[in-house]
């Protein structure tokens, strides 16, 4: 599952003068209104700094304690000086390890217990933080669903993004209008509890999606404005095939009978069907049997890998 394994160093940009950040203790004060924004960079020097100058407007109108943490992954340019200007509290790491890998490290040095994350590209509108943030008093997780009235999403990645979704929402068991938005207000601590599921890469937004709605968590899609990037996409055409592994090995881990119930049935049929067929010829063959013997040993391996991710998932929770 790619799982990832924290090796390398974070470190805490500094410049002429420190960030001025609060105290866990201070911050405590304010919980129920605070909001840690994390933020992914890497190579984000155009966008980074009118991102967090936007967000920083709309929480001050809105009277929202809050700070900004930017990763920057990495950056090969001006990313973290732009960010540090905008006075945004800015952790680096010394080499890119991947948008899943900067939002562990900055959801897990958040002063806040509730976090929002968002990416520094302008394409997400942080004037929808706000409400999200109020849904979040409810909600375990509150998702930016780009569903609004302008979206820009590239014709080109739509039929994927269609096919994904689908897909997500059968597994799942929940219809999902947006699987892996990069714009979410969550509470750490859920964060915390699948962190080590939790990949290093772009998967990261599917997979909490999966791990909180097929853990009963409660998951609120808020409407929202998707605008044109500033600078390059990193997102390749390679990863719609690594999405759907993932989303298929998601749903193994935590409900596996959605995936093994329905291949088990279509052998069986198949070969219930084939051994019908096969009465009427008086002559029994080997499709039959390999249809009726493969689906029986597909729900077996189905029961199985059930009761394990059962017993798994319920040790882990236990132990932490």
Same mark, same amino acid.
């Not at 669903?145 to 979704?165: D, N």
């Given at each position: &599952? /790619? ?40 190579? $984000? ?13 709309? &929480? ?6 809050? $700070? ?27 080499? /890119? ?31 929808? #933080? ?6 979040? !008093? ?23 993004? %269609? *096919? ?15 699987? /892996?938005?990069? #714009? ?9 509890? =699948? ?8 998967? *990261? ?23 044109? !990037?500033? @600078? !390059? ?9 690594? =999405? ?9 881990? *935590? /409900?596996?009978?959605?995936?093994? #119930?329905?291949? @088990?049935?279509?052998? =069986? ?29 597909? %729900? ?21």
């Amino acid at each position: &599952m /790619n799982l990832h394994t924290r090796t390398q160093p974070v470190i805490e940009y500094q410049g002429s003068r420190s960030p001025k950040t609060k105290s866990r203790e201070d911050a405590s004060d304010a919980a129920r209104l605070a909001l840690s924004i994390v933020m992914p960079a890497f190579n $984000e020097e155009d966008g980074v700094g009118a991102q967090i100058k936007a967000i920083r407007k709309v &929480m001050e109108d809105h009277g929202i304690e809050h $700070e900004i943490v930017v990763v920057d992954d990495g950056s090969e340019d001006d990313t973290a000086d732009k960010a540090y200007e905008a006075g945004a509290r800015v952790l680096q790491h010394p080499c /890119n390890r991947g948008y899943g890998a900067s939002l562990k490290t900055g959801i897990r040095a958040a002063l806040y217990e509730t976090v929002a994350i968002i990416d520094a590209d302008g394409t997400y509108p942080a004037e929808a #933080l706000p409400a999200m943030l109020d849904k979040a !008093r409810t909600y375990d997780m509150v998702v930016g669903a780009r569903t609004g009235e302008h979206v820009a999403v590239p014709l080109a990645r739509r039929p994927a993004k %269609w *096919f994904l979704r689908t897909l997500a929402s059968y597994v799942a068991k929940y219809r999902i209008p947006d699987l /892996n938005s990069g #714009l979410r207000v969550m509470k750490k601590s859920v964060v915390d509890r =699948f962190d080590f599921i939790l990949p290093s890469g772009f998967s *990261f937004t599917t997979t909490i999606t999966l791990s909180l709605l097929c853990n009963d968590y409660l998951v609120h899609y808020h409407p929202i404005d998707y605008h044109q !990037r500033v @600078g !390059r996409s990193k997102i390749r055409p390679i990863d719609a095939y690594h =999405f759907l592994l993932l989303i298929l090995r998601t749903i193994v881990f *935590f /409900n596996p009978l959605r995936v093994f #119930l329905p291949l @088990g049935t279509v052998l =069986f049929v198949t070969g219930l069907a084939k051994l019908i067929y096969d009465i009427f010829l008086d002559n029994l063959s080997e499709t039959a049997v390999l249809g009726l013997l493969g689906g029986f040993i597909i %729900w077996t391996i189905g029961l199985l890998s059930d009761q394990i991710a059962r017993i798994g998932f319920g040790m882990r929770s236990r132990d932490s």
